[in-house]
């Protein structure tokens, strides 16, 4: 049986706890942090992002349903990360998902059954994407990486905002992140036409994280606009973001919302779900900042602190701090991610990325990947090892 987030999340936090007294549990959150490299936007947070009036209590936690679909799908957004090869990863699954590998099925229980159609790069920056088909549940996921390079991050901060092709003539949206979607559209959309024709699925998916999840939004406003047009047959969409910046102004925000409502209206009230999650301490969806005319296209986002999801009402769409009332009946355990961040949505993004670095398969090739890993992750447990017995 898969395991709903808030379930994923306490067994997470039972088995990193398991046989460790409180000592060594601070010590391994000790270690968790101490070892990030990665840019976690906390400061970003504490600087842009601005805290709701509104108290989030137990009768705003997400249905299971909802909960249940994220602990699945971030699996896949996280797989697409660019210093990786999802091609690799997916043939190597077995062996990846045993216990103390990267993908360990007891944390990543949604990959397995699931077909891996192809990866693609786009041709501004190296964006990375690729697409797979879900038999189970008749999904076809189409998952795009977040920032990873140098090259992507100067499109990232390029701010300036430029008209929308195809819609109303004051839309605009951010230059850096349209740029790096026309890099990679026509790929991504031929991958899921030639899926759709060989797969026939009910629903595609669109994910990703952070910058990730803006190009998934572009796509998915393509795909609702030009549906049939673009794969051949109209289809349920389903866009699930996280940590997601905000894309453009208020015109395209209402654009975006118009095309939703029209395609509710022609195809059912359930043939489009927008899953947007902000995550506790993350400034990633502070930004662009709200002065310089930027807003969130997502009307209904959600909320994850402390392993459980939250709906945030409409009309406090816009922050991404609030105050969290505790539920003291709750059993989803203690959080194992206290501090929050934009790298640490129900996984360890880090920790993963991490794993694929040691493994090494873009520079060095397939083979011999799994003693690499092995070397690396023994000297890594050595290096902290001693820290650990010098208390430092």
Known sequence: MRLSLPRLIAKRSTESKKSLDVDDASLQLEQMYAAEKAVNFRWISRLLATKSSYVLSPKDVAPPCISH???????FAQLAIGISSPDFLFRNLDLLSRPDFPLDKSLYDALGGSIFIESFIGDVAQLQGYTVYRPEQKQLVVAFSGTTTVRQALHDVNALRVHYSGS?????????????????????????????????PETIVCTGHSMGGAIAYFLCLDLMRDTEELLGKDMNIIVAVFGCPRLGNPELASYWRSLAESYREKHGPRSLLEVSVKGYNDGVPALPPAFLGYV???????????????????????????????????????????????????QDLEKLGRSMEWID?????????????KKKKAQWEKKWMNRGSRGT
């Open 361 to 373: 398969v873009v520079s060095s090739g397939e083979e011999g990947w799994e003693e690499r890993y």
């Open 168 to 200: 109303p003539p004051h839309c605009l949206v951010h230059s850096g992140f349209y740029s790096l979607y026309r890099g990679i559209k026509e790929l991504a959309i031929r991958s899921l036409r030639n899926s759709v024709q060989k797969f026939h």
């Open 296 to 346: 969130h296209v997502c009307t209904n986002p959600y909320f994850l602190c402390e392993g459980q999801i939250y709906c945030v009402p409409p009309s406090e769409c816009e922050h991404t701090v609030f105050t969290v009332a505790k539920d003291e009946n709750s059993n989803t355990g203690p959080s194992i991610f206290p501090r929050g961040g934009h790298n640490y949505y129900v």
């Open 69 to 75: 679909f994220l602990a699945q799908i971030i699996q």
